[in-house]
């Protein structure tokens, strides 16, 4: 993935080093490059509904506004709908790796093996906050689906329930087989249906901020 730098930006008093995809750099606003973090706070609509969650010693262990969609960004007839998350730097292995671009980077890497995840954007790192950006990915999340397919007989419910099953076995065995280890859990997938057969399509799976990467071929972002 081709990166372009652009200048650093100042939130308050954190500079911002910025890099975006090639084919997104003409796509982003000004307002986001100048103050990113305030972007993210005063546009995002968060992704999911709740409270923020601490553990015994005080630090943030769950956020639901860690992961917001922005407003769409157009170029003639290219719309690109982007998901911003924040990184939890004191979760997961972003805190054993002490990466707190982790995840983004991994995204880089699991689209450079063909495997299915959303398409990384670019990035905002400053030495307190980091923010990566993401395509939306199109679909339905578990809580959409159950709502969409509330309709449907409890035969083709049961069908769907078994179809993801099988299919997040398939998409185990072939990120293992990549040497990529993460939980397979619904709640973390992107479903793609066809509801006039009624059947799933493809699972998308997303939130690789636990994935464990156990053997890659040499990336310097990633080591």
Request: hydrophobic share 35%.
């Amino acid at each position: 993935m081709g990166l372009e730098s652009f200048h650093t930006s100042e939130t308050s008093d954190q500079p911002f080093k910025m890099e975006f995809g090639e084919k997104y750099a003409s796509l982003v606003p000004l307002e986001l490059r100048q103050d990113p973090l305030g972007y993210f706070e005063r546009l995002g609509t968060p992704m999911k509904s709740g409270e923020k969650k601490y553990d015994k010693e005080g630090s943030l262990r769950d956020d639901p506004g860690a992961v917001r969609q922005l407003p769409d960004w157009e170029e003639g007839d290219r719309v690109v709908t982007p998901i911003a998350k924040w990184t939890n730097r004191e979760k997961s292995m972003l805190k054993e790796t002490g990466e707190p671009l982790y995840e983004y980077n991994l995204l880089s890497y699991i689209q450079s093996l063909g495997l299915p995840a959303p398409k990384p954007i670019g990035f905002f790192e400053s030495e307190q906050n980091s923010i990566f950006l993401m395509e939306k990915v199109d679909g339905y999340t578990k809580k959409e689906l159950d709502v969409a397919v509330s309709g449907w007989s409890a035969e083709d419910i049961h069908q769907l329930k078994q179809d993801t099953e099988r299919e997040m076995v398939d998409l185990q065995n072939l990120f293992l087989a990549n040497g990529l280890q993460r939980s397979w859990k619904a709640n973390d997938m992107i479903f793609q249906i066809d509801f006039v057969n009624r059947r799933l399509v493809r699972l998308i799976p997303t939130d690789f901020e636990r994935t464990r990467v156990l053997v890659m071929e040499p990336n310097p972002k990633l080591t």
